[in-house]
């Protein structure tokens, strides 16, 4: 048990960055950990090397205790190693290892899809199946018994029933607590029936009461079942999941079942990345006080974009994953009509193919007005921030969103859907009393949604006006210190 002040947290994830990112978890799984650390407490994570992980950049060397590791996937006999290397922050160094096998992980580059076909890689459930699996060699070849396991998704969400079946009897695992963070409900981590017989857990749980739903495994669902207590990474969401159907992925009463097990912590932002004031990657640095220098930025984002630098013309900028929960959909129907305002539209990032091919299309038919880089580039989303006047997050549901928070502090204005993490961070702007740091739509309607960009660009004429809407932003704390002390408590709340 963590009597003394200082915890042990094994944090379990499936993607970090600098190593690896497809969205916002990643960003929070090296933030989170090295917060922790610095308050004083120990984390190590575990994550996947994937083929496209550098290991001599980032120095990943052998472990000989860790090496040549056995376990079962059904009939199956893998081999892994955990290899180890360090997280390196401005004032935390947290030790992180990763899962090294070939097949699974090594031979691949992306994470989750096959890039060429575009769907989900058919053997995730083993991939994962190993992650789950592998954190428990490890704290057993290691002797370093975390406190708490604190796991991400549905990529580590067996963890809780194998500890508390396969693994009930080890003395070492015992008092180990889980946490399991929803990053999104919307992706649960489903398989055919015949999948159980690969994780090795026992009989019993082959059931719509144990690992399935609606009579498929659903790592999800397994996890919501078997930790010891569940948050999600904003307070709105942990409300919207529990009563609004859609939002929860069809687990609603899954999660009504936890519900007092059940805690909203927003995240936060790690001021050494996204900083105006401090960012090497963009063209030039600036501040509340040099707001001139973002024009360089908005100059280079047009530059790097092919689009002619009009620095009158407000930009909007997008950096997201392309599907429908995040408001594609809606963006889709009210594309022609965006397109018709006097704006530049600028758009990264990756996701379903249907949207690839829209957006393909787009930049053909808009030029000079839209353009998009269907490709994950951290330096691009840098400049996106930076560059731009306007920020869009039309999503369906939100769990936390990362982006609004990184548009505010560049003093880049979000335009945003009312929900989960959008609502508790974005407050719609009120000409009247002058409060506000954004523009909020709230119904899911595409009619809304060019409703409200066009009261942005009405505000945009009002030089004053949006300039004290960009100061406003900017000075808003969204360090994470608050939210880590959240999470401490929370651990130690669950250790009582
Ligand atoms: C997921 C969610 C996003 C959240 C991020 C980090 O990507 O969709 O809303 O900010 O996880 O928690």
Same mark, same amino acid.
């Given at each position: 048990?963590?009597?003394?002040?200082?915890?042990?947290?094994?944090?379990?994830?499936?993607?970090?960055?600098?190593?690896?990112?497809?969205?916002?978890?990643?960003?929070?799984?090296?933030?989170?950990?090295?917060?922790?650390?610095?308050?004083?407490?120990?984390?190590?994570?575990?994550?996947?090397?994937?083929?496209?992980?550098?290991?001599?950049?980032?120095?990943?060397?052998?472990?000989?205790?860790?090496?040549?590791?056995?376990?079962?996937?059904?009939?199956?006999?893998?081999?892994?190693?955990?290899?180890?290397?360090?997280?390196?922050?401005?004032?935390?160094?947290?030790?992180?290892?990763?899962?090294?096998?070939?097949?699974?992980?090594?031979?691949?580059?992306?994470?989750?899809?096959?890039?060429?076909?575009?769907?989900?890689?058919?053997?995730?459930?083993?991939?994962?199946?190993?992650?789950?699996?592998?954190?428990?060699?490890?704290?057993?070849?290691?002797?370093?018994?975390?406190?708490?396991?604190?796991?991400?998704?549905?990529?580590?969400?067996?963890?809780?029933?194998?500890?508390?079946?396969?693994?009930?009897?080890?003395?070492?695992?015992?008092?180990?607590?889980?946490?399991?963070?929803?990053?999104?409900?919307?992706?649960?981590?489903?398989?055919?029936?015949?999948?159980?017989?690969?994780?090795?857990?026992?009989?019993?749980?082959?059931?719509?009461?144990?690992?399935?739903?609606?009579?498929?495994?659903?790592?999800? /669902?397994? &996890? =919501?079942? +078997?930790?010891?207590? *569940?948050? @999600?990474?904003?307070?709105?969401?942990?409300? #919207?999941?529990? $009563?609004?159907?859609?939002?929860?992925?069809?687990?609603?009463?899954?999660?009504?079942?936890?519900?007092?097990?059940?805690?909203?912590?927003?995240?936060?932002?790690?001021?050494?990345?996204?900083?105006?004031?401090?960012?090497?990657?963009?063209?030039?640095?600036?501040?509340?006080?040099?707001?001139?220098?973002?024009?360089?930025?908005?100059?280079?984002?047009?530059? /790097?974009? &092919? =689009?002619? +630098?009009?620095?009158? *013309?407000? @930009?909007?900028?997008?950096?997201?994953?392309? #599907?429908?929960? $995040?408001?594609?959909?809606?963006?889709?129907?009210?594309?022609?009509?965006?397109?018709?305002?006097?704006?530049?539209?600028?758009?990264?990032?990756?996701?379903?193919?249907?949207?690839?091919?829209?957006?393909?299309?787009?930049?053909?038919?808009?030029?000079?007005?839209?353009?998009?880089?269907?490709?994950?580039?951290?330096?691009?989303?840098?400049?996106?921030?930076?560059?731009?006047?306007?920020?869009?997050?039309?999503?369906?549901?939100?769990?936390?969103?990362?982006?609004?928070?990184?548009?505010?502090?560049?003093?880049?204005?979000?335009?945003?859907?009312?929900?989960?993490?959008?609502?508790?961070?974005?407050?719609?702007?009120?000409?009247?009393?002058?409060?506000?740091?954004?523009?909020?739509?709230?119904?899911?309607?595409?009619?809304?949604?060019?409703?409200?960009?066009?009261?942005?660009?009405?505000?945009?004429?009002?030089?004053?006006?949006?300039?004290?809407?960009?100061?406003?932003?900017?000075?808003?704390?969204?360090?994470?210190?608050?939210?880590?002390?959240?999470?401490?408590?929370?651990?130690?709340?669950?250790?009582?």
């Amino acid at each position: 048990m963590a009597s003394a002040k200082s915890l042990k947290i094994l944090f379990v994830t499936s993607e970090v960055v600098p190593f690896v990112k497809t969205g916002g978890l990643a960003d929070v799984s090296s933030a989170l950990p090295q917060k922790l650390q610095e308050l004083g407490h120990q984390v190590r994570i575990v994550v996947p090397k994937y083929g496209s992980i550098d290991e001599r950049k980032y120095k990943i060397h052998e472990v000989v205790r860790l090496k040549d590791l056995t376990t079962m996937i059904g009939k199956k006999e893998v081999v892994y190693s955990l290899r180890s290397s360090f997280l390196v922050g401005s004032k935390a160094r947290v030790q992180i290892y990763f899962l090294d096998n070939d097949e699974y992980f090594g031979s691949r580059h992306s994470l989750y899809r096959d890039p060429v076909k575009g769907n989900n890689f058919k053997d995730n459930d083993e991939r994962f199946i190993l992650l789950s699996k592998s954190v428990f060699e490890l704290i057993d070849k290691l002797g370093w018994v975390p406190d708490v396991i604190h796991i991400n998704d549905w990529q580590t969400s067996l963890i809780p029933a194998y500890q508390k079946t396969l693994y009930k009897d080890n003395e070492q695992f015992k008092n180990i607590k889980t946490l399991l963070t929803i990053h999104n409900i919307g992706q649960q981590g489903i398989f055919p029936k015949t999948s159980f017989s690969k994780t090795g857990l026992p009989d019993t749980l082959n059931n719509n009461n144990g690992i399935l739903f609606k009579d498929k495994v659903n790592f999800l /669902k397994t &996890g =919501l079942k +078997y930790a010891d207590t *569940i948050s @999600t990474v904003s307070e709105s969401y942990s409300k #919207e999941i529990c $009563k609004i159907p859609e939002i929860s992925g069809g687990l609603k009463a899954e999660i009504n079942c936890r519900k007092k097990d059940l805690f909203g912590i927003v995240n936060g932002i790690d001021p050494l990345i996204w900083n105006p004031e401090k960012d090497k990657i963009i063209a030039k640095k600036f501040s509340s006080t040099s707001l001139i220098n973002k024009l360089t930025n908005k100059e280079e984002l047009a530059d /790097k974009f &092919g =689009l002619d +630098y009009e620095p009158e *013309i407000p @930009t909007i900028g997008m950096i997201s994953r392309l #599907e429908d929960d $995040k408001g594609f959909d809606l963006l889709k129907k009210t594309f022609k009509e965006i397109m018709a305002l006097d704006i530049k539209f600028v758009l990264l990032g990756t996701g379903e193919k249907k949207y690839h091919k829209f957006f393909e299309e787009a930049e053909m038919k808009y030029a000079n007005k839209f353009a998009c880089y269907l490709g994950f580039d951290d330096d691009l989303a840098h400049l996106i921030e930076a560059g731009s006047d306007m920020f869009l997050m039309p999503s369906k549901y939100e769990p936390c969103g990362l982006n609004q928070m990184y548009s505010l502090v560049y003093g880049t204005i979000p335009i945003v859907r009312k929900t989960g993490g959008l609502a508790d961070t974005v407050e719609n702007y009120d000409a009247k009393t002058k409060k506000g740091n954004g523009f909020v739509f709230t119904k899911y309607d595409s009619k809304d949604l060019l409703s409200v960009i066009n009261k942005a660009l009405t505000l945009y004429q009002d030089k004053k006006a949006w300039e004290r809407l960009m100061k406003a932003g900017m000075k808003v704390d969204f360090s994470w210190l608050k939210s880590a002390k959240n999470y401490v408590s929370l651990y130690k709340n669950i250790l009582k």
